[in-house]
C-alpha cells in the first residue's frame, strides 16, 4: 500500500485546537462579493495569491459553489507544497464552476476538470478565464458521465492520475452506484483521493450506504472535519488487497436497489 504522510505531523497540530474556530472563519474570508457587477454576474474567491471571478447559474445543481468546494481549496492551498501538487497530474470529477480544479492548475498541478455536458460550458469559461497565462500547465476540461464511456473518456492503459479530486458529489441523486465505478476506474495504486463531503441531515442514510460501499474499496481517514459546516475532508487510497468494483458490485447494488425502493415507498 502507498500511504502519503507529508502533513500528518502539522494536522496533529491543528487538531489539538478546534478546527471551527480555527480554520472555518479563514475559509469562509476567501468568498467575497463585488461591489458592482456589470453584466455577468460572479463571485470572488481568494486562494493561491489570486483573485478568482466564478460564474455560476443557480439553476444548475452543478453551477453553484457549495462550501465543499472552498474547503478542499483551502485544504490544496495550504497543503500543497507538503503533497507535492505542482506538476502532479489531477482529475477532478463533479467540477461545476471549476473553482478547485482553478486553485489546483494555479498551485502548478496538471489538471483536467470534468462534469457533465449541460455544465461544461461554464466549467470551461471559469476555467479559461481564470487560468490563463497563470499556469504552469494548461488546464484541460473534459466531458464525463460518471460510469458511462469511462475506458474511452480515460483509457486504462494511458490513464495516470496522482489525485482524485471531489467536493460535494454525494447527495439525494440516483448516481451513487455509478459515481462509485468511476472512482473505481480513475484511482490506481499510487492515486489519493481528496473528497470534500457536506452531510445533510435529511440524506444521512444515503451517505452512510454510500460511504460503506467507498470503504470496500479504499482505505480512507478524515483530514478536517467542521461541524459548522456538517462538512468533512477525506483522504482514501485504493486497498492494499487491490480488490476491483467487479468483484463487490453486484452486492453493492443490490444495495442500492432496496434503498432507492425504501425511498420510493415514503
Known amino acids: 500500500c502507498f500511504w502519503f504522510g507529508y502533513f500528518d505531523l502539522e494536522l496533529s497540530l491543528l487538531q489539538s485546537f478546534s478546527c471551527d474556530d480555527f480554520i472555518v472563519p479563514n475559509i469562509l474570508e476567501r468568498r467575497y462579493v463585488p461591489p458592482l457587477l456589470k453584466n455577468v454576474a460572479w463571485e470572488g474567491f481568494r486562494f493561491a495569491g489570486h483573485e ?3 460564474v455560476e447559474s443557480t439553476d444548475l445543481y452543478g453551477a453553484t459553489v457549495w462550501p465543499s468546494a472552498l474547503v478542499l481549496c483551502y485544504f490544496l492551498e495550504i497543503h500543497g507544497r507538503q503533497l507535492s501538487i505542482e506538476h502532479k497530474t489531477i482529475i477532478e470529477i463533479g467540477a461545476g464552476t471549476g473553482l478547485v480544479s482553478i486553485v489546483a492548475s494555479l498551485i502548478g498541478a496538471q489538471v483536467t476538470a470534468t462534469d457533465l455536458t449541460e455544465l461544461v460550458g461554464n466549467l470551461q469559461y471559469n476555467v479559461h478565464r481564470n487560468t490563463k497565462d497563470k499556469c504552469k500547465h494548461i488546464p484541460q476540461v473534459k466531458v464525463l458521465n460518471w460510469g458511462t464511456d469511462l475506458e474511452e473518456t480515460f483509457p486504462k492503459s494511458s490513464l495516470h492520475c496522482d489525485y482524485i479530486l471531489a467536493a460535494d458529489v454525494v447527495y439525494n441523486h440516483p448516481f451513487l452506484m455509478e459515481l462509485l465505478v468511476t472512482f473505481d476506474h480513475l484511482c490506481q495504486e499510487r492515486t489519493t483521493i481528496l473528497w470534500a463531503m457536506r452531510f445533510r441531515e435529511e440524506n444521512t442514510d444515503i451517505e452512510n450506504e454510500f460511504i460503506a460501499n467507498f470503504q470496500k474499496l479504499f482505505n480512507m481517514e478524515v483530514v478536517y472535519d467542521f461541524p459548522s459546516l456538517d462538512i468533512k475532508l477525506y483522504k482514501a487510497t485504493r486497498k492494499c488487497n487491490g480488490q476491483s ?21 415514503h
Open 245 to 265: 468494483l467487479e468483484f463487490t458490485k453486484p452486492i453493492i447494488l443490490a444495495s442500492y436497489r432496496i434503498q432507492c425502493f425504501n425511498l420510493l415507498a
Open 52 to 54: 478568482i471571478k466564478i
